[in-house]
C-alpha cells in the first residue's frame, strides 16, 4: 500500500513537472464540464500549459502553405510549366518533407525541440520569399525544397513537444486541438490566398504594365510574399512562448530509473532481511551462536538466490510480453502508416494539382474562385 501511494504521489508530480495541474479534468478523466462542454472551444483552454502555444503557430503555419494552394499552378505556368512540372513543384515540398521528418526527429531527441519550433518556420519563410521572387522554373523547385525543409523542422518538433505535454489519458485531446487548429488554417488559407491575388491583381492593372513588365504576373506572387511574413509571426510567437519540453522528458526518464533500482534494491534488502529471521528462528538453543554462524550464510544466500531466479522469470516473461507488443505495435504502425500515405497521395497528386488544373482549363475559374473552391 506504501508503494502504491508513493507511485501516484509521483505521477501526480510528473503531471504537474510535465505542465500539468494533476486534476483528473486535466488528465482526460470524465467529469462533470467535460460531459457538458463535449468537444469545443473550451478543449482548448484545459490543454496543458505551453500546448496551446504550439497549436497557434500550427494553425498559422497551415494556413500559410494553404494560401499558395491555388496560386501555385497558375504562377508554374508562367515559367512554361507543363502539367508534370507543376505537380513536381508539389513534390519538391513533399520530397524535403520525406527525406528530413526522420533527422529533424533525430535532432529534436539530442538538441531539443524548440530550436525546430523556431528555425522551422525561418527556413520556410526563406523558401517562400524565395519563391515569390523566382525567375525560371528550377529556381522555384529549389525554394520549394527549402519550404519543405523547414516544414519538416516544425512538424517534427511540434510533435514531439506535443507529445512530451501530454500523458497517455490526455494525449488524444491534445493532438486533436493542435490537428483542429491546422486544419482551421488550412480552410481559411486558400481563400486568403486567392482573395490576396485579386486585390493584387487589380492594383497591378491600375498602376500599369511596368509591374508585370519587371516582374510578371505580381497577383500570382503576392501570396508567397504574404506567407513569408506570415512564417516570421509564427517564428517570432515560438520564440516568445513555445516550450522546451526535451530537459523535463529526460528528468522523467531518468526517475522512472532510479525507481526502478530502488525497487530492486529494496526487494534484495527484503530477502536478506527474511533469510535472517529464520536463520534466527531455526537456531538451536544449546549451541545459538555457532550454529546461527554456520548456517546464516548459507541460508542468507539460499533464499537470495530463490528470489533471484523468480525475479530473473519474470523479467524474461516481461521481456517477451515487450519484444511481441513491439512486433504487433510495428505492425499496426507500418498499417496506419499506409493509410496515411495513400491519402497524402490521394490529397497532393488530386485536390492540389489536379483540381486547380481542371477548375481553370475546362471550367474557366481564377485563382480566387480556386481559393474559395478549396476553402
Do not use: W
Not at 516544425?154 to 483542429?180: E, F, I, M, P
Not at 497591378?204 to 497577383?219: C, I, P, S, T, Y
Not at 517570432?236 to 534494491?265: D, I
Amino acid at each position: 500500500v506504501g508503494d502504491a501511494r508513493e507511485t501516484r504521489v509521483s505521477e501526480r508530480t510528473k503531471g504537474v513537472r510535465l505542465g500539468h495541474t494533476g486534476s483528473d479534468d486535466d488528465e482526460g478523466l470524465p467529469s462533470s464540464s467535460s460531459k457538458r462542454d463535449g468537444f469545443g472551444f473550451r478543449t482548448f483552454e484545459r490543454l496543458p500549459p505551453g500546448a496551446s502555444a504550439v497549436c497557434v503557430t500550427s494553425g498559422v503555419l497551415m494556413s500559410c502553405h494553404a494560401c499558395v494552394a491555388p496560386a501555385l499552378p497558375a504562377f508554374a505556368t508562367q515559367f512554361g510549366a507543363s502539367f508534370s512540372e507543376v505537380g513536381a513543384c508539389l513534390s519538391a515540398f513533399a520530397l524535403a518533407r520525406l527525406v528530413l521528418n526522420v533527422p529533424s526527429g533525430t535532432f529534436a531527441d539530442k538538441k531539443g525541440r524548440r530550436p525546430l519550433l523556431i528555425y522551422g518556420p525561418l527556413i520556410t519563410a526563406v523558401g517562400m520569399f524565395g519563391s515569390a521572387l523566382a525567375s525560371s522554373l528550377p529556381e522555384l523547385l529549389a525554394y520549394r525544397f527549402v519550404a519543405g525543409a523547414g516544414s519538416a523542422a516544425y512538424a517534427s518538433g511540434a510533435s514531439a513537444t506535443l507529445a512530451d505535454l501530454s500523458t497517455s489519458r490526455n494525449r488524444g485531446r491534445v493532438l486533436g486541438a493542435n490537428q483542429a487548429a491546422a486544419l482551421a488554417g488550412a480552410a481559411l488559407g486558400p481563400a486568403l490566398g486567392g482573395a490576396i491575388v485579386s486585390v493584387t491583381a487589380l492594383a497591378q492593372k491600375n498602376a500599369g504594365f511596368f509591374l508585370a513588365r519587371e516582374m510578371g504576373d505580381v497577383a500570382t506572387r503576392a501570396p508567397f510574399f504574404a506567407v513569408g511574413l506570415g512564417c516570421l509571426f509564427a517564428a517570432f510567437h515560438a520564440f516568445r512562448v513555445a516550450p522546451e519540453t526535451l530537459v523535463l522528458q529526460r528528468g522523467t526518464r531518468t526517475k522512472a530509473s532510479e525507481s526502478e533500482r530502488s525497487s530492486t534494491r529494496g526487494v534484495e534488502e527484503r530477502s536478506e532481511k527474511t533469510a535472517d529471521d529464520d536463520v534466527s528462528r531455526g537456531g538451536d538453543a544449546a549451541n545459538g551462536f555457532a550454529v546461527a554462524a554456520t548456517r546464516r550464510p548459507a541460508t542468507k544466500h539460499s533464499a537470495f538466490d530463490s528470489t533471484r531466479d523468480e525475479d530473473s522469470s519474470l523479467s524474461e516473461e516481461k521481456e517477451k510480453e515487450k519484444a511481441e507488443r513491439v512486433r504487433r505495435a510495428r505492425r499496426d504502425f507500418f498499417a496506419a502508416s499506409g493509410v496515411n500515405a495513400a491519402l497524402f497521395f490521394s490529397g497532393s497528386g488530386g485536390r492540389a494539382t489536379l483540381v486547380p488544373l481542371l477548375a481553370a482549363s475546362v471550367h474557366g475559374m481564377d485563382v480566387a474562385e480556386i481559393g474559395a473552391l478549396f476553402s
